[in-house]
């Protein structure tokens, strides 16, 4: 049976904001986040399972939400989005733009992601590894070197200003 309109929309207002950010942080702009949430949403629709709780509801709506960006990716018709448009979008949806976020924008996506569902959505390395397909060793690897990118970035070039007055 597949899923009726009301329940799409009671699971888009539940789960809508955090599908939406993780689209974001994989996709790098507005257009391409909000096309993933719909097909997500589609798929949803479409879907004849059951979900055994909220959270596998969650997991679930998340795991396809990360494929349809991918999916995105793949299309040869896909433009690249500079990192000044990025910036532009995020202050379009209100999202904070510091040094931090937008370090972690620059991340590779695969490090951009699990940082996101990390540490903004609260995911276990486990969790994580469900969704992005990899392994829990990958996902904890990727986060390693996602914070260390992110050291080398924020930290070093403090010193080396401070190094030089």
Known sequence: MKHEEREVRQ?????????????????????????????????????????????HKKSWLLKVGVNECRQLHRQWW???????????????????????????????????????????????TEEIAKIMEKQSSTVRSLLLRARKKLKEELVEPQADSSSRI
């Open 78 to 124: 896909r433009r690249k989005v500079t990192a000044d448009e990025s910036l532009i979008d995020m202050e379009r949806v209100g999202v904070r733009t510091s040094d931090v976020w937008e370090s972690v924008m620059s991340l590779p996506t695969k490090y951009r992601t699990a940082i996101y569902l990390y540490y903004y959505v609260g995911y276990s």
């Open 11 to 55: 699971t888009y207002n539940d789960y809508g904001d955090d599908l939406y950010r993780l689209c974001y942080f994989y996709t790098g702009n507005v257009h391409d986040a909000m096309d993933a949430v719909q097909n997500t949403l589609v798929h949803l629709m479409e879907y004849t399972g059951t979900f055994e709780s909220e959270s």
